[in-house]
């Protein structure tokens, strides 16, 4: 039986659970390809960056299971998590996927709402009249 390597990635307040199986290059989110998932090309290229860098993208079978977050955030999420099952199918890729930032996670969340404001630091509008 081929190996599986896993990885958990996080970006703002999604979560990616990242399973890598040696196969032909298919990548499946949520059980839609990937394409079909983030509809927009920049999210799949950010998703697959890790795959790319290392040149494994037709090596693996992706599947991932994404939760909360956005279109955006997950696809960081899915970054982060393809990135840590490298690492842990090949411990010598650290150093390339460090170097292009892909094992770091990006601390940006969202800032809370205070109160006394419409937003974090937007305020009501102010009408004179």
Request: one cysteine or more.
């Amino acid at each position: 039986m081929a190996e599986v390597y896993y990885g958990t990635g996080h970006r703002k307040n999604a979560t990616a659970k990242v399973w890598l199986r040696e196969g032909t290059g298919n990548f499946v989110v949520n059980g839609m390809s990937l394409r079909q998932y983030v509809g927009r090309p920049t999210l799949e290229i950010q998703a697959l960056s890790p795959l790319q860098v290392t040149n494994l993208t037709d090596r693996f079978d992706v599947t991932v299971k994404c939760l909360g977050g956005g279109n955006s955030g997950q696809a960081g999420a899915m970054r982060h998590g393809i990135a840590r099952a490298l690492v842990q199918f090949d411990e010598e890729l650290r150093k390339t996927l460090r170097q292009y930032g892909m094992l770091t996670r990006d601390p940006r969340v969202r800032e809370r709402k205070k109160y006394g404001r419409k937003r974090a630091r937007r305020g009501f509008q102010f009408s004179k009249r």
